[in-house]
């Protein structure tokens, strides 16, 4: 039996480990904290999974929260330019995401493991510890990447750098978990079935389902969305924008209740429509609100130990998907996840070398899609796609951008697919992310219409 160390047991590390785990392999996850310090820790950036990747999670059995999580049917954008009047962009999605705060996420996800069969260790893990049980195990995935670690995967090597000029800024978010939030225009009740194991009989309460919202405006982007958190559903506002820009005059040391005033003043300034739907909300907890900063980066996706061992990284360790402006987080760990896992049981006894680590990354980055590997090239789509949207308001924004964002506010098929292609970046560059293209397409639509 083939034994998989995976370091890490976030979205992607844990995803992988228990496709592992379902085909025999001897899996051991080594994660920092135990899942009970999961369920106490505070909120993480909250993360969206899109119907695409939900409905992989689905198919491998991971999708635990169908029968409580409240649905996002759909998204509105709200578009504040500088100089006029705001423009809504709306539509709903073919079937639901949701959005499951990771306490509950990551937590249930390694008990799940760990109740399988697989071996979770919770510990800390330095390259010294890589290089040693390098010589147990046939593969080592890296599905963490800060501190040390993450510096086993610089600089960027050959082929992996990113796709073009105009990489993001950091940025600074701000998030809070709100309660009290009214149900907007879209809000209704899905009923659920029982989940598997459920007393005989038993039925489960109906679940909320709503849009996210979404306004945006020069220098800041806002979210607000439904979220499954410890206490049940509960709503999240999370606020962006580069380095430099409105949201980096806050102080680094508020607390969560002058936090969430700042945030809702500096939405009132840019975004007045979505503060006055969140004004009368409150904290959940004293600890739910805080402050992020994180940069986009672009990694080798090979490390090399010490002994001349080589480790495997994965997702946002290599490629960093947290940017929650295109929403594309949970679909790349989801993507590389399974990517990864079609690559070692094709493998089957051969050995892990550096040159396969390369190949796999390599596909699931820039990859074809194909009936072996469905979700290659999710990596890269996502990046481009990011910034795409990060240059909407920009003074060298592509033209066809803004004349996409226009007709999409009056023809539903143009915002159904602005919006609806955001399951899948990669359908983008057959017409967004190409002018030429994009006029193509807008020029078909105003033909007919």
């Known amino acids: 039996m083939r034994k998989i160390l995976i370091v890490g047991g976030g979205t992607s590390g844990l995803h992988l480990a228990h496709g592992l785990l379902s085909h025999g392999y001897d899996v051991t996850v080594i994660n920092g904290a135990s899942s009970q310090e999961i369920r106490g820790a505070r909120p993480a950036v909250t993360q969206f999974t899109l119907p695409g990747a939900l409905a992989y999670e689905q198919a491998s059995g991971l ?39 990771r306490r509950v996420r990551a937590a249930d996800w390694l008990e799940s493991f760990e109740d399988r069969g697989g071996m979770v260790v919770v510990h800390g893990v330095t390259v010294t510890d890589l290089d040693y049980f390098s010589r147990m195990y046939d593969l080592i995935v890296v599905a963490v990447g800060h501190g040390e670690l993450g510096r086993l995967f610089d600089p960027a090597g050959p082929g992996t750098g990113p796709p073009g000029p105009g990489t993001p800024p950091r940025r600074v978010l701000a998030q809070a978990i709100l309660d009290g939030i009214p149900d907007g225009p879209h809000a209704g009740w899905h009923p659920v079935q029982a989940p598997p194991g459920a007393h005989p009989g038993s039925a489960p309460e109906p679940v909320l389902a709503d849009f996210a919202e979404v306004a945006s405006a020069p220098g800041l982007r806002a979210i607000l969305s439904p979220v499954l958190t410890p206490d049940g559903p509960q709503h999240v506002l999370q606020l962006i924008g580069p380095a430099g820009g409105p949201m980096e005059r806050w102080p680094r040391r508020s607390g969560s209740r002058e936090l969430l005033a700042l945030m809702l003043r500096t939405l009132t300034e840019h975004a007045p429509g979505l503060a006055a739907r969140v004004g009368g909300a409150e904290l959940l907890h004293e600890g739910d609100a805080g402050l992020h900063s994180y940069s986009p980066h672009v990694r080798a996706p090979v490390g090399s130990l010490p002994s001349g061992g080589a480790v495997l990284g994965m997702a946002d360790v290599v490629v960093s998907a947290d940017d929650p402006i295109a929403a594309q987080a949970n679909t790349v760990s989801v993507a590389c996840a399974n990517h990864y896992l079609s690559r070692i049981l094709g493998h089957g006894g051969g050995e892990f070398t550096r040159a396969w680590m390369e190949e796999t990354f390599a596909g699931a980055w820039t990859g074809a899609p194909s009936a072996e590997y469905p979700l290659a090239g999710m990596g890269r789509a996502a990046a481009d796609l990011s910034r795409v949207l990060d240059r909407v308001w920009a003074p060298d924004a592509p033209a066809h951008l803004a004349l996409v964002l226009g007709l999409a506010a009056q023809d539903r098929r143009v915002a159904d697919r602005f919006l609806g292609d955001l399951d899948d970046p990669r359908r983008y560059a057959d017409w967004l992310t190409d002018a030429d293209a994009a006029r193509a397409y807008l020029a078909g639509v105003a033909a007919h219409p």
């Not at 759909?74 to 949701?98: C, K, N, Q, R, Y």
């Open 63 to 101: 999708a635990r929260w169908d029968h409580l999580a409240p649905r996002i049917t759909g998204i509105t954008l709200d578009l504040h330019p500088p100089d006029g009047d705001p423009v809504a962009v709306e539509s709903s999605f073919a079937t639901w995401g949701i959005s499951v705060d």
